[in-house]
Each structure stands twice: as structure tokens, then as C-alpha cells.
């Protein structure tokens, strides 16, 4: 059974930077492209970041494009999310999330997902 751990979260000033990771277990982690999605009070689940199964492919949301760095060390079975220049509006729940293929997925969509981990909240205070 997969299982996606994810661990890093919590309350940083406007400008800080945060590392989650998302320990994963039950799957072949290396064959698996891995994303992160995001989650604010009131809103929909909206797509952060992407990498490859090798991590040599990575894809950006606009919103954290330049901020946000995506890695993965598949001797570790874990994935990352070094968040920096936070800001307020980065403040929400962050999930990882399995992809159903190696490669990146042809577009954002959560369906392009089948396992996901429960989240760890990221609050920035500005």
C-alpha cells in the first residue's frame, strides 16, 4: 500500500523559507514522477510543482516559479520543496502526491495523481 508522509511545515515570517520533504513507501518511488499541490482555507487544491522519476524534468506554477525549487532523492525514497522568499500568500495546506507515470504529466490536473499524503500546513505572517 503507498503510503506519502510529508513533514516540514510551519509558521515562518514573510520572506522566510521553509524544506518540506514527503516520505514515500509501498511503491517503486524511482519509476514515479512525484508532485506538490497546495490547499488555502476556502479555496481549491491548485498545483505547486513537478518532477520527472529521474529529477532531471521539473515544472513550476507561475505563482512559485523562481521562489520554489522541486527535488527528489530516490535513495531516500523522499521528495522535496524548498520554499523561499515565502510570502502570505503562500500560506495553505501542501500535499505530495504520486504520479501515475515517470514522465511529467501533460498537464496540472490533480487526475494525472492516485496517491496522496495528508498535508502539512505552511503559515506565513507577513
Known amino acids: 500500500q503507498v503510503q506519502l508522509v510529508e513533514s516540514g511545515g510551519g509558521l515562518v515570517q514573510a520572506g522566510g523559507s521553509l524544506r518540506l520533504s514527503c516520505a514515500a513507501s509501498?511503491?517503486?518511488?524511482?519509476?514515479?514522477?512525484m508532485g506538490w499541490f497546495r490547499q488555502a482555507p476556502g479555496k481549491e487544491r491548485e498545483f505547486v510543482a513537478a518532477?520527472?522519476?529521474?529529477?532531471?524534468?521539473?515544472y513550476y506554477a507561475d505563482s512559485v516559479n523562481g521562489r520554489f525549487t522541486i527535488s527528489r532523492d530516490n535513495a531516500k525514497n523522499t521528495l522535496y520543496l524548498q520554499m523561499n522568499s515565502l510570502k502570505p500568500e503562500d500560506t495553505a495546506l501542501y500535499y505530495c502526491?504520486?504520479?501515475?507515470?515517470?514522465?511529467?504529466?501533460?498537464?496540472?490536473?490533480?487526475?494525472?495523481?492516485?496517491?496522496w499524503g495528508q498535508g502539512t500546513q505552511v503559515t506565513v505572517s507577513s
Open positions: 502526491a504520486k504520479g501515475r507515470l515517470g514522465g511529467l504529466p501533460i498537464n496540472t490536473d490533480p487526475r494525472n495523481f492516485d496517491y
Open positions: 509501498g511503491c517503486t518511488f524511482s519509476s514515479y514522477a
Open positions: 518532477i520527472s522519476y529521474s529529477g532531471r524534468s521539473t
